[in-house]
């Protein structure tokens, strides 16, 4: 059973905007940094965001995250067909000493 | 670019020990951390554990008691095993640089493989 919780799944129309929420603790989110990823089916997964808000190189700017208390959040604009797929978030939990992913996310392009 | 590649059975019996190895190229095992993750089908992410280069690890609490990753630098390779398997750890297992500043105040995966599925059955 995960220790972050994210929605089952979002939805928008091309062009518009998502918003995925990660919820978490003290133990998590509260005091570490976190990524997210990109899970497209039949691919290895992608890191879109580090640090909270970092974008390695080749991501596109319309994928952006921030963090606020034990919370996290990843924006994607300008909604394109093939970013259908699910969004994992994750960050270190200094209690369990060990890497822990969101629950995920399904992103669908209506 | 680092790029990682597993390899290992896809079909592993009830009871027994799953064996999977991951190819590092593009550059050297001898820096960093490095990492396995599951993803049973139809289901989220499972973080497995990270080895150090030097050898040192931290296994998902979980899991810890039947895990163990190695790592062989001259081969630039690492390893995981998982014992006594059953039905439950069916999965695409996957193998990734696992970067670890901070104790894990920072902390992110970046590259993954592409991923093996094993399968446990008789």
């Known amino acids: 059973q995960s220790v972050l919780t994210e929605p089952p799944s979002v939805s928008a129309a091309p062009g518009q905007k998502v918003t995925i929420s990660c919820s978490g603790s003290s133990s998590n989110i509260g005091n570490n940094y976190v990524s997210w990823y990109q899970d497209l089916p039949g691919t290895a997964p992608t890191l879109l965001i580090y640090d909270n808000n970092k974008r390695p190189s080749g991501i596109p700017d319309r994928f952006s995250g921030s963090k606020s208390g034990t919370s996290a959040t990843l924006d994607i604009t300008g909604l394109q067909t093939g970013d259908e797929a699910d969004y994992y978030c994750g960050t270190w939990d200094s209690s369990l000493s060990a890497y822990v992913f969101g629950t995920g996310t399904k992103v669908t392009v209506l | 670019q680092v790029q990682l590649q597993e390899s290992g059975p896809g079909l592993v019996k009830p009871s027994e020990t799953l064996s999977l190895k991951c190819s590092v190229s593009g550059g050297s095992i001898s820096r960093d951390y490095w990492s396995w993750i599951r993803q049973p089908p139809g289901k989220g992410l499972e973080w497995i554990g990270y080895i150090y280069y030097s050898g040192s690890t931290n296994y998902n609490p979980s899991l810890k008691s039947r895990v163990t990753i190695s790592v062989d630098t001259s081969k630039n390779q690492f390893s995981l095993k998982l014992s006594s398997v059953t039905a439950a750890d069916t999965a695409v297992y996957s193998c990734?640089?696992?970067?670890?500043?901070?104790?894990?105040?920072?902390?992110?995966?970046?590259?993954w493989g592409q991923g093996t599925l094993v399968t446990v059955s008789s």
């Open positions: 990734a640089r696992f970067y670890y500043y901070g104790s894990g105040v920072s902390s992110w995966i970046d590259p």
